[in-house]
């Protein structure tokens, strides 16, 4: 009965783990913590192995491992194997660019050592750009989870053999997730790669861990119903807490996925929340197994193994045909939960539900049914019929991944060319920071540079080619003279090299994958080496949206005296679009030393300007980019 108690607490507990999951892959910067659901699931898969298996020692003196095991087979191989089959399916027929490394995907996740696999291949940032994101990424869960469930028998029958005190076995689990939750802050803090930190089975076991001593302490059958008004209210009490807690880090800043707060404690912060809530659900005296009882938790609990596994998919291959995910960002999300939800229904229908009771004579009996020829039932031989197409299509595509050459991506025309850029930048901005410093004259009035700008572009024009991509001679001229601080991501660091010819004053700091965060510091390392002119270019929000405090933080560090020209965004395969240009509009009329290029405006009717990934300049969308930008600039200077 207090078994019982639990299980359907536990399944609000779950349905609030995949939810978190789901909101977080749908929307990353504002449900921030949302990939913290994991922990989640890790939690409970400890607790309740443990508990199980020491209720069986206490009670018989043994446990049934072959039980477990055929009983785990039978809940995550079906689905697992139903996955990856309709999605290699789904790969060969229309999205062969992911057929690459299929076979290794597959065979690594039915062996539960993905995530190991994830660690040595992880994708880099212009494959995620490319279209070309995994939709088996999230399995490195499941691999996890499986290396759990075989090894963890072994465990805990020499534990008991062994150790045999419930107090020792308690600190021997407690005192390897401490291990395993300082093993994560070392490597960050030793610049190990982030794929080892958390994709690693050693530096993930603190959730399982902190399940399994759970257990020890917390056994389920020795929770007693008869406890005080006033102990039932402080369980009640801890338990909000608790949940307060959790959901402020599921939508706090502090635990970004890049953050050091994240693996330097943070992660394993948010799992010992976890385990409070999860030992004052499964507490009978408490009320918040009630409070999570529910039909729409229920449901979702019971489903919240198909909706994790389908949910990367839908959204990879949804989004891949898409091609204007900014411009309808809520009703494509609509689309992607509805399609999540109704595969994990049929799904759990068809295949969890029914392979949970599997035996080798209910399989019999199936077959001749299929093959009985006076037997009139469609529904199974149609069943049938789907099944054997999508293990056909699979399995050729599976079959032929290892003759696909994968791309390079790092070897793209887009990526030599930042790279080729990175470098050009790194020896100009060394000798131009020297000649700053030295050099303290002031640039000269705004109406002698007019002056001499037009008479130069009479007398000695410059980047004359430029003049094509919509910029004249005298704003090339006024171009050539100004002083900026140019902060940026890719798609600055793309075209960096034009922009440096049209401005070759501008001390220009682009790198991929930033967000606005990174600015503050760079902001603040050029103010303090007295480098930071007066004109400063921004080019963030490609890689996410920010907030007008972070706005307000930027305007704030470059004081009202410095002038701030943003770019906006052009990147119509991310939903954040949006926000950050319309938060950008908002703060240039907050801000009047903020000018907003709109850069969006300008390029979305030229799609030949752009790489595949819709948003980074191509060499001939690279020269409109950086004439428009100095156009812009020169105009306010004019």
């Not at 799992?271 to 409070?276: A, D, E, I, P, W």
């Not at 938790?297 to 998919?313: E, V």
């Amino acid at each position: 009965m207090k078994k019982n108690r639990f299980i359907t607490g536990y399944s609000g507990l779950r349905a609030l783990a995949v939810i978190g999951v789901i909101l977080y892959h749908l929307d990353p910067n504002t449900f921030i913590g949302g990939y913290l659901g994991v922990p989640i699931f890790f939690v409970l898969s400890g607790y309740l192995v443990t508990d199980h298996m020491l209720k069986s020692y206490a009670q018989q003196g043994s446990y049934n491992n072959r039980h477990f095991y055929i009983n785990r087979i039978k809940k995550l191989y079906p689905q697992l194997i139903t996955l990856l089959w309709l999605c290699s399916a789904y790969i060969f027929v229309f999205q062969r660019n992911l057929l690459a490394k299929l076979n290794q995907v597959v065979m690594t996740n039915l062996l539960s050592v993905y995530n190991f696999w994830q660690i040595s291949n992880g994708q880099s940032y212009f494959e995620r750009f490319a279209a070309n994101e995994s939709p088996f990424t999230h399995l490195w869960t499941m691999s996890i989870e499986g290396q759990f469930y075989i090894l963890w028998p072994l465990v805990i029958f020499l534990l008991v053999k062994f150790v045999k005190k419930k107090k020792n076995i308690f600190w021997i689990l407690f005192g390897l997730s401490i291990a395993s939750a300082l093993e994560m802050m070392v490597l960050y803090l030793t610049g190990a790669d982030i794929n080892r930190i958390y994709y690693g089975t050693d530096t993930r076991f603190f959730a399982l861990g902190l399940g399994a001593s759970l257990a020890v302490i917390w056994p389920v059958e020795r929770l007693r119903t008869n406890i005080s008004k006033r102990d039932s209210r402080l369980l009640d009490l801890v338990g909000l807490g608790s949940f307060i807690l959790i959901l402020m880090m599921f939508c706090s800043k502090a635990v970004n996925p890049q953050s050091a707060f994240t693996y330097c404690g943070g992660m394993f912060i948010f799992t010992v929340l976890v385990t409070v809530f999860a030992a004052i659900i499964a507490h009978p005296g408490s009320h918040w197994n009630q409070w999570l009882t529910n039909p729409l938790f229920k449901w979702i609990g019971s489903r919240s193994y198909g909706i994790y596994l389908y949910q990367f998919p839908v959204m990879i291959f949804f989004e891949d045909k898409v091609t204007d995910l900014a411009d309808h960002v809520m009703l494509y999300h609509t689309i992607e939960v509805v399609l999540i939800l109704l595969l994990s229904e049929v799904t759990y229908r068809f295949i969890e539900r029914p392979m949970g009771h599997i035996t080798f004579d209910k399989v019999k009996i199936y077959i001749q049914k299929v093959l009985n020829s006076n037997e009139k039932d469609y529904v199974k031989r149609a069943q049938v019929a789907i099944f054997s197409l999508i293990f056909l299509l699979g399995s050729i595509g599976i079959t032929v991944s290892p003759s696909v050459k994968a791309e390079d991506f790092n070897k793209s025309q887009l990526a030599k060319r930042i790279e080729s850029n990175g470098k050009k930048q790194s020896k100009d901005n060394k000798k131009l920071i020297a000649k700053l410093k030295k050099d303290k004259a002031k640039q000269p009035a705004r109406s002698k540079m007019v002056k001499e700008a037009e008479i130069n572009a009479k007398k000695h024009p410059i980047n004359k080619k430029f003049e094509k991509y919509g910029i004249s001679q005298v704003d090339l001229q006024l171009a050539k003279n100004l002083q900026v601080t140019a902060i940026g991501d890719s798609v600055m660091a793309g075209s960096s090299d034009d922009l440096k010819k049209l401005m070759p004053k501008a001390l220009i700091d682009a790198a991929v994958s930033r967000q606005l965060n990174v600015a503050f510091g760079l902001i603040d390392k050029y103010k303090n080496e007295h480098v930071l002119a007066n004109n400063i270019l921004i080019v963030l929000g490609t890689n996410g949206p920010f907030s007008m405090d972070d706005v307000d933080h930027l305007m704030k560090e470059v004081g009202p005296k410095r002038h701030v020209y943003w770019i906006n965004t052009l990147v119509p395969t991310r939903q954040w679009q949006g926000q950050v240009n319309d938060l950008l509009k908002q703060a240039s009329k907050k801000y009047p030393n903020l000018t907003v290029i709109d850069w969006y405006s300008y390029a979305k009717k030229h799609p030949n300007w752009f790489y595949g990934d819709k948003t980074h300049p191509n060499p001939v969308g690279s020269k409109y980019y950086s004439a428009y930008i100095a156009k812009v600039m020169v105009k306010h200077l004019k």
